[in-house]
């Protein structure tokens, strides 16, 4: 299967550069996954195509300000991008520029509370920087750091929250589930207490798998790269309850699909656990946990729009892609979103 199969041309502007006010106000593509049908809705609207004793699984993990600058002994400039945390106070990250970025380089920043270290390279190319500090790390680093906004997204983000969905929770993720950006505490109240809807916490940190492109020629001979995933006995419970009577499972985000997929049993049966996963979704793949997604509409050529294709068939996803580009829908982090059901 070739990688070139999954590209389709996407005018910039429609490459959204800031979030919408409110969240819900976004536009929503309804795609049937076997017939292939485009419905155009509003996202505030979702009500409309769930169903009492559906289980929406959203990912509550909480996007670090994990874009650094600190400067060498000699001055020169460095950009961190902390990707996840390897020790006790070590990470896995992307250094800019590179070329010079060796081990046993000092790090410093824009406080005498925290220096680093470079340590090592690892076989992805990307630095392990070992960080000294005094006081509260996450602290520092709230105070230090900025979102890793993706390279696409050339404006500044005044509301660091705005990358972040309602329900975040747990820090540890290089990027956002952007599938949850749409989503307001109001609107996941009223679905649960007026419509029946269950809403359900998994937890997958995202990591460097974001930050690459596909750069095999076949969809094959790609590998993802091992992210952190956590399923509560709780959160476990409540999905194979809701399964068994019938609701139907719909997974807010790939990195929910792919913490559920990894995770489920031949029979769908989900188990608590934790753990990493490298899982790889693409068309033929056939799902054992999910029946539908809400999801943001995706780079060409990505892993991200392969796993949605995989779900609703690689025409109907290009079709739908098409349809909303003539509809001028907004793509990509801060964009627009799909429900594939």
Not at 263 to 274: L, Q
């Amino acid at each position: 299967m070739q990688v070139a199969d999954f590209d389709y041309n996407l005018p910039e502007e429609l490459i959204a550069q800031e979030p919408v006010y409110p969240r819900d106000s976004s536009r929503l593509l309804v795609l049937d996954k076997v017939s292939g049908a485009v419905r155009h809705s509003a996202f505030r609207r979702l009500e409309e195509e769930l169903r009492p004793g559906d289980t929406l699984v959203i990912n509550d993990t909480k996007v670090l300000p994990a874009r650094i600058f600190a400067h060498k002994e000699t001055g020169a400039q460095v950009e961190l991008l902390l990707l996840k945390q390897v020790g006790l106070n070590s990470w896995q990250t992307m250094v800019r520029p590179g070329r010079k970025a060796l081990p046993g380089t000092k790090l410093l920043f824009d406080t005498p509370d925290m220096t680093a270290t470079i340590t090592d390279t690892d076989e992805e190319g990307t630095r392990i920087v070992e960080f000294h500090h005094s006081g509260d790390f996450y602290a520092l680093l709230e105070k230090l750091g900025e979102m890793p906004l993706p390279p696409y997204i050339k404006k500044h983000l005044d509301d660091q929250g705005r990358y972040q969905p309602v329900y975040a929770r747990e820090r540890g993720s290089a990027a956002a589930p952007t599938a949850g950006l749409h989503f307001t505490e109001e609107l996941l109240e009223h679905l649960q207490q007026d419509c029946g809807v269950n809403v359900v916490k998994i937890m997958l940190h995202v990591g460097l798998g974001t930050f690459r492109p596909v750069k095999a020629d076949t969809v094959e001979e790609h590998h993802m790269h091992a992210e952190f995933y956590r399923v509560t006995q709780e959160a476990a419970d409540a999905i194979n309850a809701a399964r068994a009577k019938g609701g139907r499972i719909i997974a807010v985000g790939t990195t929910s699909v792919r913490t559920l997929e990894s995770v489920a049993e031949e029979n769908g049966h989900i188990p608590a656990t934790e753990g990493w996963t490298q899982k790889y979704i693409y068309p033929g793949y056939k799902f054992k946990a999910i029946d539908g997604m809400i999801t943001n509409f995706h780079l060409p050529k990505s892993t991200l729009i392969m796993l949605v294709s995989a779900l609703a068939g690689r025409e109907n996803v290009l079709n739908a892609y098409e349809e909303a580009i003539r509809e001028r829908y907004r793509f990509f982090s801060f964009g627009d979103a799909m429900l594939i059901i």
